[in-house]
């Protein structure tokens, strides 16, 4: 089943990267739910080899949104981002006495969505506007809601 496709988002997928998923995914769970700039700025300054292939991926995935869909870059935010493992590259390395020892190379796919926030707002006075004409053809106007919280303290249910 393919995901549902949304509005306002964007992807770059990253595939066979020479890296274990699990050293990706260090990374990954720093910069999700974070907007691009401050994205760039995270992995500019830490300390791990992820980082650069990530960057690379975020500023790819923020130029498809720029070309493609014509949106605004300080307005973008990282969505989704995951890691999934990739093929594992087996090799011999030849060891003492004509034995041999097997290396393994993991590598991952890394995927990164970003979504622009302008979006969201657009969709809230969507619904807002909806909201107001459901009023509007409502029969029950004149339904009261009641909060729990009022000036006299708690409210009373008797």
């Known amino acids: ?20 998923a699990h050293k990706a995914r260090r990374v990954i ?21 992820a980082c650069y292939p990530i960057l690379k991926l975020v500023s790819s995935a923020a130029a498809n949104a720029s070309h493609n869909m014509s949106l605004n870059e300080a307005s973008l935010i990282i969505s989704k981002a995951e890691v999934n493992e ?7 390395k030849p060891r003492a006495r004509g034995r041999s020892y097997p290396l393994r190379r993991h590598t991952c796919h890394i995927r990164i969505v970003l979504q622009d926030t302008s979006f969201d707002e657009f969709e809230e006075d969507l619904f807002s506007l909806k909201k107001d004409e459901w009023l509007k053809k409502n029969k029950y106007k004149n339904m009261t809601y009641h909060d729990m919280y009022n000036s006299e303290g708690l409210w009373d249910k008797k």
């Open 1 to 20: 089943m393919k995901n549902k496709k949304t509005y306002g988002e964007v992807y770059a997928l990253g595939q066979h990267i020479s890296m274990s």
């Open 29 to 49: 769970d720093q910069i999700r739910g974070r907007s691009y700039e401050e994205t760039l700025m995270i992995l500019a300054l830490m300390p791990y080899r």
């Open 86 to 92: 990739g093929p594992t590259v087996k090799k011999l």
